[in-house]
């Protein structure tokens, strides 16, 4: 009699804690639950870029910083520039050859590999001032107005050209307006995570030129 009881109980006990781990767990249900969609996964397989352009057109080999994966990754490709451009002016037809390819609408194959570009596709390039520090660009919009992905894909993206950045160092840019040219790096930080650019850039002055020497009487 004693044992059937002792069985009873046991049996009790178990069942009481059954139910408090089903109460702190999750319960088996036949209703569906919806947890949402599985977070997309994208290649950001950089693809093979294709020489463009005829008829007094020709082609330079440029990195071009589209956005993946909330990055910037630089793709390779022909940017048609026009022939012919005096020299003062050559900078300035690179910036806005490089500028166009990255408003340019993304291929089909970059597109299903992820790539993007925030770039306006208003934004155009002009000549630098007068007095503006040596490498200077202007835009037709202020730098600092532009969203800061599109700002830091421009950065890095004239960083790797050769003709608009000479060598490593700061690309300088400068609005529509008389305001002082800024300079912006591009750096891993800036490659990682480009919507944390610096929306203002440091004042970059010309370099005073060295006075004269006197004449001797």
């Known amino acids: 009699m004693t044992t059937t009881r002792r069985r009873t109980g046991a049996a009790a006990v178990a069942l009481v804690s059954l139910g408090l781990l089903a109460g702190c767990g999750i319960r088996a249900t036949t209703v569906p639950v919806d947890v949402g969609a599985a977070p997309s996964r994208v290649s950001c397989k950089t693809p093979t870029g294709t020489a463009a352009g005829t008829g007094g057109v020709h082609g330079i080999r440029a990195t071009v910083e589209l956005v993946c994966g909330a990055q910037l990754v630089g793709v390779q490709k022909m940017v048609p520039v026009p022939e012919k451009q005096p020299a003062r002016d050559a900078a300035v037809s690179v910036t806005q050859a490089l500028l166009e390819a990255l408003q340019r609408e993304p291929s089909e194959e970059e597109r299903e590999a992820g790539f993007t570009s925030e770039v ?75 919507e944390s650019v610096a929306t203002l850039g440091d004042v970059v002055r010309p370099t005073a030129s060295p006075a004269p020497s006197p004449s001797a009487s």
């Open 120 to 194: 306006p596709a208003t934004l155009t390039a002009s000549a630098p001032r007068p007095g503006d520090p040596a490498g200077t660009v202007r835009l037709s919009r202020k730098p600092e107005d532009l969203p800061p992905v599109a700002l830091s894909q421009l950065v890095c993206t004239l960083a790797e050209s050769d003709a608009v950045s000479a060598g490593a160092g700061p690309v300088v840019l400068g609005g529509p307006d008389a305001d002082p040219p800024r300079a912006w790096e591009c750096t891993d930080a800036v490659r990682s995570r480009p």
